[in-house]
């Protein structure tokens, strides 16, 4: 579903935090936020080296929307994704399983709580602070990318075996506002 409106806008950020942590599950995937992202990736892929880049897949991150919204490829393939934020609000690309997303959404919901990251700023020396329990929020995993508005980037990704991904912003209230998109690897 594409919405290109401004329904972030018309919330309050607490209400977002708080459906964002409503949304999320009991599968810890946190990659270097304390160990997640890493657990599910080899069962769908592994992150790419740039010169095995079969394609570079352009996506373009809005309020509330990616483009384009469904992507195909070959178990094998190696992706070069070229990212970038034409929204106005920070957005991520993150390539992984429902399960992961829901609860990468945690994880997201509690950097903006800690103040890590505002609707339009991240403030990087805070993602490098103790979140809990260890944890430190700096969301630098291969299967994902965090951009202000108008920053661009780039994710490098083989998909090792066939089956249904997606890629999704899991900032609070953003997957909801149906920031995902479907990934079939045949």
């Not at 805070?126 to 108008?150: A, F, Q, R, T, V």
Request: net charge negative; proline share 4%.
């Amino acid at each position: 579903m594409k919405l290109k409106n401004r329904m972030l806008g018309a919330v309050p950020g607490g209400i977002l935090v708080a459906l964002g942590l409503v949304m999320s599950s009991a599968v810890y995937a946190a990659g270097s936020h304390g160990g997640g992202h890493h657990d599910e990736a080899p069962k769908y892929g592994k992150p790419g080296i740039a010169s095995e880049a079969t394609r570079t897949i352009q996506i373009e991150l809005g309020d509330n929307f990616f483009a384009p919204e469904k992507l195909s490829f070959k178990a094998g393939e190696t992706i070069r994704f070229e990212v970038v934020n034409k929204g106005e609000f920070v957005h991520e690309f993150n390539i992984g399983t429902q399960l992961m997303h829901a609860a990468h959404q945690k994880e997201m919901a509690m950097m903006m709580e800690h103040g890590a990251i505002e609707v339009d700023r991240i403030n990087h020396d805070k993602m490098k602070m103790d979140m809990g329990g260890g944890h430190k929020m700096g969301h630098d995993d291969p299967n994902s990318i965090l951009l202000e508005p108008g920053k661009s980037g780039e994710v490098i990704w083989k998909f090792s075996t066939s089956g249904s991904l997606e890629f999704a912003c899991n900032l609070p209230g953003h997957y909801e506002s149906g920031m995902v998109g479907e990934i079939s690897v045949n």
